[in-house]
């Protein structure tokens, strides 16, 4: 069993930054990877950035040069930076583990920038 505890999100101006952090518990398998979604208003969830097992990163194109994931191995926790933060980046953002046997949900933390 994963478990996946979400932290950071906030109010934030537009143009400003916040850290969101994803702690990680439980057995993970050898190969995985680890993403954030995020889901607005009456919208769809959509991937918003992936990291692997071996560390490679990927993101949204709404996100690149302004998001990066990373994690840290020693505290079993993910990180997402996110810069210059845009009203449309307003959502609730979910951790996500894509394990071997099955994937695994956080419960979300509200990000909300305002204008």
């Known amino acids: 069993q994963v478990q996946l505890v979400e932290s950071g999100g906030g109010l934030v101006q537009a143009g400003g930054s916040l850290r969101l952090s994803c702690a990680v518990s439980?057995?993970?398998?050898?190969?995985?990877?680890m993403g954030w979604y995020r889901q607005a208003p009456g919208k769809q969830r959509e991937l918003v950035a992936t990291i692997t097992s071996g560390g490679s990163t990927g993101y949204a194109d709404s996100v690149k040069g302004r998001f990066t994931i990373s994690r840290d191995s020693a505290k079993n926790t993910v990180y997402l930076q996110m810069n210059s933060l845009k009203p449309e980046d307003t959502a609730v953002y979910y951790c996500?583990?894509?394990?071997?046997?099955?994937?695994?949900w956080g419960q979300g933390t509200q990000v909300t920038v305002s204008s």
């Open positions: 439980g057995r993970l398998s050898r190969t995985y990877v």
């Open positions: 996500n583990a894509d394990m071997t046997w099955r994937d695994y």
